[in-house]
């Protein structure tokens, strides 16, 4: 097979605080060539499955997609942190109570980075876990059922970006804060952001039978920018890893200010420490308020409760629990390689990659080889802890994920590629182009101890010429290559939803068995719940009227429904009584001001109704359900008061 041949002559120009930076990216009129099997390798066949699935996160959608690999065919969008009318996730009566938090009603957030459940360094497959950037929040998602099934969020931080990071059996979730805020918050100039800002990274422990999250403990750290994280794993297993920007602790974030140092820097984090320091009640209880919002299994109704106290814990009251190195310029995380020994600290304004060896790290912490101190925390000298450098990479280094033949795999936005090297001898072995300016990458397993180097995606920032114009707004764009052998190759391209941040991907077997194809009614202990059709009513209470209804191929019941008044409250509870796999019954009601619900065999939902004017409205189930779909409708009449 001969490789692609591209022609790239293009200039992308970055402005920031008056430096431009220009540079040969990718080319609106770029020829990809895609030669010999390409087609064959992604190709799969009516009626069979993909390999794996992969989860992208949404970005500005709030929600994740699930997409088969290497097919590149969209499976489901899962709704996380945005209402989602397609099935009324966020309108019916027991899904609003997700969005609950201390800000009030919040449907709509930014969700950067997909982590799977992992044990011993592998995935598990059981949960996955999102987060929301915006208004701080972290959700899990159960990979049983695909749906989202508990909120929490996280308090006293600002831009939740940095979330959530795996440990590798699941005993924490690790998050940082993007955007130092004073803390508790209060009404001060933000000129005195040097004074007043602090930053938290917060550990949530996670229920290893339910998967149920906790705010276990916070760590306050000086005010910078934390970025983005990664736990140690196997040799490096109880260790966290973060980098943050602005250390120059800037508040206006222009070149000028935050990125005039040659260095930021990363923070290390000993967690079985701060676990110690919290068992011996070295924090301090601080008065606070956020959400815990969770699902319950047998009612399908969410729930929330408001929290009240957090603990945190000081780097000057626990020593020996947070260190600083120094990282390449304005860094955008770090990576960690699947030995647990390397870690990956790239400066997306450096021209090298330092790459750290975790025992030289160790070693330069017992002979306290430190170059001062940040606010009471050591700064491990930089040349002690490393590796070494990885020498003139590419433009623009962002990502970087790994394979299980010793090799890592990093997208450079500027100079729009991914380049392969390797992490023991620090050399470059291969790099391709991307269509354009990649973001993440995902490997299958790629971040934990058993990559599946077969596949890689990346996902491009910046679409220009890869579709059919749709106007000015643009899918974006993700492409899949073909990593098992010396050299990459491209298969190809997909549209994505939203923007996708990180990613992960999974065998599918791993997920597949589990999968549940209904809810068993029998377990469906909604208060609603109408279990039989012989059981339908329609209750009055006040101004509340319940109706308790059924949907069965091919009815609704009660079908025809008098007596509803005008500024009523009408609570349609439906019981979809189906116990068959894909048999999902729809409801709607003319004029409802929400949306639809959709109803999974099984399971009970409910929609309001507040009819403002009389008449008879009509009320269908939305879902081809079956040949006598059409009919599957009824009728509400609505009297003057
Ligand atoms: S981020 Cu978007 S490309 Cu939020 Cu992980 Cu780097
Ligand atoms: Cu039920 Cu259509």
């Given amino acids: 097979m001969r490789t692609r041949k591209v022609n790239m002559i293009i200039s992308l120009v970055t402005i920031m605080g008056g430096m431009a930076l220009v540079v040969a990216c990718g080319q609106r009129n770029a020829t990809t060539v895609i030669e010999g099997d390409a087609a064959e390798q992604v190709y799969i066949a009516p009626g069979e499955y993909d390999e794996f699935y992969a989860f992208l996160s949404g970005g500005f959608s709030g929600q994740i997609t699930v997409y088969g690999l290497p097919s590149g065919r969209l499976l489901r969008e899962v709704p996380v942190f945005s209402q989602y009318p397609e099935n009324g996730y966020g309108y019916s009566e027991e899904s609003k109570p997700m969005f609950n ?56 931080v600002a831009g939740l970006h940095c979330a959530p990071f795996i440990t590798e059996n699941s005993e924490y979730l690790v998050s940082g804060t993007r955007f130092s805020i004073p803390i508790p918050q209060k009404d001060v100039p933000i000129d005195t952001y040097k004074e007043n800002f602090k930053g938290l990274i917060n550990y949530v422990s996670l229920d290893q039978d339910h998967g149920t999250m906790e705010l276990a403990f916070q760590i306050e750290m000086p005010g910078f920018n934390y970025d983005l994280a990664r736990n140690g794993k196997a040799v ?261 939803k939203g923007e996708p941040h990180y990613a992960q991907a999974i065998r599918a077997d791993k997920v597949k068995p589990n999968s549940k194809k209904f809810y068993n009614i029998e377990e469906n202990a909604h208060p609603y719940a109408t279990l039989g059709e012989s059981k339908t009513k329609v209750v009055r209470e006040g101004d509340e009227v319940h109706v308790y209804m059924t949907a069965m191929r091919s009815h609704l019941a009660p079908d025809n429904i008098e007596g509803f008044k005008v500024g009523d409250k009408v609570f349609f509870h439906v019981t979809n009584l189906e116990q068959d796999w894909d048999v999902p019954h729809g409801f709607a009601i003319q004029g409802a001001t929400n949306a639809e619900l959709l109803v999974m065999p099984g399971q009970t939902k409910t929609l309001l109704w507040e009819p403002k004017k009389v008449g008879v409205y009509a009320f269908y189930c939305t879902d081809f359900c079956s040949a006598l779909h059409q009919e599957m409708s009824g009728y509400a009449r609505v009297s003057a008061k």
């Avoid at 929301?132 to 508990?150: K, Y």
């Avoid at 966290?240 to 000028?256: D, G, M």
């Avoid at 993440?440 to 910046?462: D, F, S, W």
């Fill in 236 to 496: 490096s297993h109880g260790w966290s890893f973060l980098t943050t920007y602005n250390s120059e602790q800037a508040h206006s974030l222009l070149e000028v200010n935050a990125s005039q140092k040659d260095k930021d820097l990363m923070a290390i984090i000993n967690w079985k420490k701060a676990e110690e320091y919290v068992a011996a009640g070295k924090f301090t209880e601080r008065p606070t308020s956020y959400y815990h919002n969770l699902m319950d299994e047998s009612t399908g109704i969410a729930h929330s409760q408001e929290m009240k106290m957090t603990r945190i814990l000081k780097p000057e009251d626990c020593p020996e629990m947070v260190y600083f190195i120094p990282v390449p310029k304005s860094p955008h995380g770090c990576d960690v390689d699947p030995s647990g020994e390397y870690i990956v600290g790239n400066g997306k304004l450096s021209a090298d990659m330092s790459v750290y060896s975790f025992s030289k790290i160790m070693k330069a912490i017992e002979e306290k080889n430190f170059d001062g101190e940040i606010e009471g925390i050591p700064v491990i000298n930089y040349d002690a802890g490393l590796h070494g450098i990885l020498q003139k990479p590419g433009l623009g280094p962002l990502h970087t994920e790994f394979d299980e033949r010793g090799n890592a795999y990093t997208t450079f936005f500027i100079s729009s590629e991914v380049v392969k090297w390797n992490v023991d001898n620090l050399e470059i072995l291969d790099r391709e182009a991307t269509f354009y300016s990649p973001g993440h990458l995902v490997i299958p397993g790629g971040e934990t101890r058993k990559p599946e180097g077969k596949y890689l995606v990346a996902m491009n920032k910046i679409t220009k010429d890869r579709y059919l114009p749709t106007g000015p707004e643009l899918a974006h764009s993700a492409q899949l290559f073909d990593i098992s052998g010396d050299k990459m190759k491209l298969l190809l391209d997909f549209p994505t």
């Fill in 101 to 156: 938090t201390s800000y009030g009603f919040v449907p709509w957030d930014d969700s950067h980075h997909i982590e799977l459940s992992q044990q011993n360094g592998e995935f598990d497959g059981r949960w996955l876990f999102v987060n929301g950037n915006n208004t701080p929040r972290i959700a899990r998602v159960d990979l049983s059922t695909f749906e989202t099934v508990e909120i929490l969020e996280i308090p006293d």
